[in-house]
């Protein structure tokens, strides 16, 4: 098993641009999740979904929109990107308490 | 406001020694607890889980501690290695049944040949 697998990896973008980041997991997991994760910020939830069909906002989501696609994939977009939204974006899925996490995607907005 | 918070940001040790990581929360009706390592570059790797109706439970070569009375976690490792050296990272569930994580800022582990 691949576990949660994240593309890209890493990300340029100009201020304005949008950008699509995919995220899918193979473990047969019902919750996906998207953090980002800054400097002495820690990881802060943007939005999750519960199950198939729902997504909810967490900490941080203004400037995000996100698809849970189907069971395996939860996509986060960037419909404007701004230099506020430079960070490492993770992906991760649960089934119970535990969330499992991919290997980052890393972008820079200029 | 409420946290998740770590008594230190950074942890130096003797490699063969043990470490211990520390970990406050300030929410009594937190009911799980799990830490996290995360190496340079690298995405969070789940290393064990506690539930509040436990003080103790133990994997391999890590132990983790929950004191509900004073709302302290910690996690121990035995015969530190140099692949320890990670930024490990507490998380609690604040709501029962929900599935919302809230993670600490983590605590840098450096091992000292």
């Known amino acids: 098993n691949a576990g949660v697998t994240q593309t890209p990896k890493f990300q340029v973008l100009k201020t304005g641009q949008s950008m699509t980041l995919q995220c899918a997991q193979d473990m047969n997991h019902n919750s996906m999740y998207w953090y980002r994760q800054d400097p002495g910020m820690g990881l802060r939830l943007i939005y999750y979904?519960?199950?198939?069909?729902?997504?909810d906002k967490g900490e941080v989501p203004n400037g995000y929109n996100v698809s849970r696609l189907n069971k395996r994939e939860f996509s986060l977009r960037l419909e404007s990107a701004a230099p506020s939204q430079t960070s490492v974006y993770f992906c991760?899925?649960?089934?119970?308490?535990?969330?499992?996490f991919g290997p980052g995607t890393r972008l820079l907005v200029l | 406001g409420e946290s998740v918070g770590l008594h230190l940001p950074t942890l130096s040790v003797q490699e063969g020694d043990n470490s211990i990581i520390n970990c406050a929360y300030s929410?009594?009706?937190?009911?799980?607890f799990i830490w996290y390592k995360q190496e340079s570059g690298k995405g969070p790797q789940f290393i064990i889980d506690?539930?509040?109706?436990?003080d103790k439970r133990q994997g391999q070569r890590v132990t983790v501690l929950l004191n509900k009375t004073v709302k302290h976690l910690s996690l121990q490792i035995a015969a530190t290695q140099p692949g320890d050296s990670a930024v490990y990272f507490c998380a609690e569930r604040r709501i029962q049944g929900a599935q919302k994580l809230v993670f600490g800022q983590g605590t840098r582990l450096t091992i000292n040949p």
């Open positions: 991760a899925s649960s089934e119970y308490w535990a969330q499992y």
């Open positions: 979904s519960a199950s198939e069909g729902t997504t």
């Open positions: 929410n009594s009706a937190s009911d799980y």
């Open positions: 506690i539930r509040s109706n436990m």
